[in-house]
């Protein structure tokens, strides 16, 4: 590539994301960062389009919303703590000692479920911990 070539090409932004055509050569694929989820791994969303607009659209709403703090599918911030607790303690229970998930579990089900266990995941706040 020379020098000229780069100079033609415009750059993106840090966090914009990557909008490719999709192998059918139809459509347009994006992928944007938005962080990592909580088992580590990173938290890459793909986003499908007919146009390149349209995907630099989708991805500019994921992180408008990632911003204010909904991530995911919209059928998961319908979830609510105690459900997603359930759910985390028995993944956690492959990754941790049996003691460890013996309290981890005593903790949901004396402190947390009865607080806020009826609470929306995507209306749950800082304060409300």
């Not at 459509?27 to 389009?49: A, E, T």
Request: proline content about 6%; cysteine-free; hydrophobic content about 30%.
């Amino acid at each position: 590539m020379t020098t000229q070539d780069a100079q033609k090409r415009p750059k993106r932004g840090h966090g914009e994301g990557t909008v490719t055509q999709h192998p059918d050569g139809k459509r347009y694929v994006g992928r944007i960062m938005l962080g990592y989820k909580p088992n580590g791994r990173p938290d890459r969303p793909k986003v499908i389009g007919q146009t390149k607009a349209e995907v630099q659209r989708k991805l500019a709403e994921l992180k408008r919303n990632a911003d204010q703090g909904m991530r995911g599918d919209p059928a998961k911030e319908r979830q609510a703590v105690a459900a997603f607790l359930d759910t985390w303690l028995a993944t956690a229970s492959m990754s941790t000692r049996t003691r460890t998930h013996e309290r981890y579990s005593q903790v949901v089900r004396l402190h947390l479920a009865p607080t806020i266990g009826r609470q929306k995941l995507s209306t749950l706040r800082p304060d409300a911990i």
